[in-house]
């Protein structure tokens, strides 16, 4: 059968109208988002979705709200073309790439980037990007607790612009299901618990974690590591599963499982940014896995952060 040849969409009330009039002919539409430069564990989350769904909406955004000014925003990679290819390709296809050029304009004249009333840290505010260019939004949406572990703590921003621009997106698309990867496992969870709290109709679906041959979480900054670099994340994985086989052989002790994997991961030149065994709903940390646990770290190769993440259920 051939693919369908995916809709692409920038405007927002556009977006908002295609899937009103598909939900008026009775089709269920899910929405996969994500920052582009697509690889295999995006393609997987467009598969959880046509299980779901009758229609599929990737939308790709580099979202300002969820960097800081000190983080990679510029350098995140993109590559519409390929990812186009890519969604033209994946078995079962995609109906509408959603790509929106700044969800942060509503048409004041001051907005743009280097404006300047944005806040800065200088008066002991952390801001994101969205507030550094100075354009004119102040409406955001927090997940207290579940922010704050975890990457809350190097990234203080980044969940609250994560909850931000996943209400927007399921404000524009009002899809029937959502699908998020669990490779960011709390950004899954914040979401998970936002849909509750905030009584949006929208089933969201955690999907698995997938890797590359050798172990290493597939993820679009992969490709900022060097040769070496990469070579020696592989040290993440690694000692992750080396973690969970001893958790299942009886040694539950979180101390002794995080010492584990912080050692490996510094031997082999990496910069541990956390890594943490907590539980895998209320993401609080645990001494001993005695219930559903997900250990989880953050990792510096160069200048490369990576994250990665494996349940253990004993
Ligand atoms: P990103 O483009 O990195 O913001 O990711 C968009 C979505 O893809 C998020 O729900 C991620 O959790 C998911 N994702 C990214 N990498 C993977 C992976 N290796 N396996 C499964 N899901 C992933």
Same mark, same amino acid.
């Given at each position: 059968?051939?693919?369908?040849?995916?809709?692409?969409?920038?405007?927002?009330?556009?977006?908002?109208?295609?899937?009103?009039?598909?939900?008026?002919?009775?089709?269920?539409?899910?929405?996969?988002?994500?920052?582009?430069?697509?690889?295999?564990?995006?393609?997987?989350?467009?598969?959880?979705?046509?299980?779901?769904?009758?229609?599929?909406?990737?939308?790709?955004?580099?979202?300002?709200?969820?960097?800081?000014?000190?983080?990679?925003?510029?350098?995140?990679?993109?590559?519409?073309?390929?990812?186009?290819?890519?969604?033209?390709?994946?078995?079962?296809?995609?109906?509408?790439?959603?790509?929106?050029?700044?969800?942060?304009?509503?048409?004041?004249?001051?907005?743009?980037?280097?404006?300047?009333?944005?806040?800065?840290?200088?008066?002991?505010?952390?801001?994101?990007?969205?507030?550094?260019?100075?354009?004119?939004?102040?409406?955001? %949406?927090?997940? !207290?607790? @579940? $922010? =704050?572990?975890?990457?809350?703590?190097?990234?203080? /921003? &980044?969940?609250?612009?994560?909850?931000?621009?996943?209400?927007?997106?399921?404000?524009?698309?009002?899809?029937?299901?959502?699908?998020?990867?669990?490779?960011?496992?709390?950004?899954?969870?914040?979401?998970?618990?936002?849909?509750?709290?905030?009584?949006?109709?929208?089933?969201?679906?955690?999907?698995?974690?997938?890797?590359?041959?050798?172990?290493?979480?597939?993820?679009?900054?992969?490709?900022?590591?060097?040769?070496?670099?990469?070579?020696?994340?592989?040290?993440?994985?690694?000692?992750?599963?080396?973690?969970?086989?001893?958790?299942?052989?009886?040694?539950?002790?979180?101390?002794?499982?995080?010492?584990?994997?912080?050692?490996?991961?510094?031997?082999?030149?990496?910069?541990?940014?956390?890594?943490?065994? %907590?539980?895998? !709903?209320? @993401? $609080? =940390?645990?001494?001993?896995?005695?219930?559903?646990? /997900? &250990?989880?770290?953050?990792?510096?190769?160069?200048?490369?952060?990576?994250?990665?993440?494996?349940?253990?259920?004993?």
């Amino acid at each position: 059968m051939a693919n369908k040849n995916p809709l692409e969409i920038t405007d927002k009330d556009e977006m908002r109208n295609w899937s009103r009039s598909m939900r008026a002919q009775g089709k269920t539409i899910g929405l996969v988002p994500t920052m582009g430069y697509l690889h295999e564990g995006h393609l997987s989350l467009i598969q959880e979705s046509h299980k779901q769904t009758h229609l599929t909406v990737v939308s790709i955004y580099v979202n300002p709200g969820q960097f800081s000014p000190t983080e990679d925003l510029s350098a995140y990679p993109s590559d519409f073309l390929g990812d186009i290819q890519k969604l033209k390709s994946v078995p079962g296809g995609v109906d509408v790439i959603f790509r929106p050029r700044n969800l942060y304009d509503y048409g004041n004249k001051d907005d743009g980037v280097g404006g300047g009333v944005g806040w800065d840290q200088e008066g002991g505010k952390v801001v994101s990007c969205v507030e550094k260019s100075g354009m004119e939004h102040e409406t955001w %949406v927090r997940v !207290e607790r @579940l $922010e =704050k572990g975890l990457c809350g703590i190097s990234r203080p /921003v &980044f969940f609250r612009g994560v909850a931000t621009i996943v209400t927007k997106l399921f404000n524009i698309v009002e899809p029937d299901v959502a699908v998020f990867g669990k490779k960011d496992y709390q950004q899954w969870r914040i979401i998970q618990r936002m849909v509750r709290d905030l009584d949006f109709g929208i089933k969201v679906i955690g999907s698995e974690l997938v890797r590359d041959d050798d172990g290493l979480a597939k993820s679009s900054r992969n490709v900022r590591l060097s040769p070496d670099d990469r070579q020696k994340a592989l040290s993440i994985s690694k000692s992750l599963f080396k973690a969970k086989f001893a958790a299942e052989n009886g040694q539950i002790d979180c101390q002794e499982l995080r010492n584990a994997v912080i050692q490996a991961v510094h031997e082999a030149g990496g910069k541990i940014d956390y890594a943490e065994i %907590v539980d895998q !709903e209320s @993401l $609080e =940390k645990l001494e001993e896995i005695k219930r559903p646990a /997900v &250990f989880c770290v953050a990792a510096w190769f160069g200048n490369v952060r990576l994250i990665d993440n494996i349940e253990i259920n004993v």
